[in-house]
């Protein structure tokens, strides 16, 4: 599966932004949607992951209550509105996928646990 990320972009603290990322071919039942985000000098950190089956969410501390991640089964699409944005949400968000054989209800929030990787959108917060 190819992901195809967009919808960065330049706002000010406050703002919103809504990020889109698509696949190439169909998200099966089984598979495991997420967001991950790599600002300068730092290591790719997990913001948002959702089952595909049953949409089950999971968020970061730091983006609980300010990001929502959904989904468009129809369009093979995930999304993260991102609102209330601080400047230090600025990074290269990524979308990722993880391809399980058989469902799990077990949900994932680590680098390693994903198959497949976008090629990154940058949100920058200005202050």
């Known amino acids: 599966v190819q992901l195809q990320a967009s919808g960065g972009g330049l706002v000010q603290a406050g703002g919103s932004l809504r990020l889109s990322c698509v696949a190439s071919?169909?998200?099966?039942?089984?598979?495991?949607m997420g967001w991950f985000r790599q600002a300068p000098g730092n290591e790719r950190e997990f913001v948002a992951a959702?089952?595909?089956?049953?949409?089950?969410?999971i968020y970061a501390d730091s983006v609980k209550g300010r990001f929502t991640i959904s989904r468009d089964n129809a369009k093979n699409t995930v999304f993260l509105q991102m609102n209330s944005l601080k400047p230090e949400d600025t990074a290269v968000y990524y979308c990722?996928?993880?391809?399980?054989?058989?469902?799990?209800?077990?949900?994932?929030?680590?680098?390693?646990?994903?198959?497949?990787w976008g090629q990154g959108t940058l949100v920058t917060v200005s202050s």
């Open positions: 990722a996928v993880r391809m399980d054989t058989y469902y799990s209800s077990s949900m994932y929030k680590y680098a390693s646990d994903f198959d497949s």
């Open positions: 071919e169909q998200i099966l039942s089984n598979y495991v």
């Open positions: 959702i089952s595909w089956r049953n949409a089950k969410r």
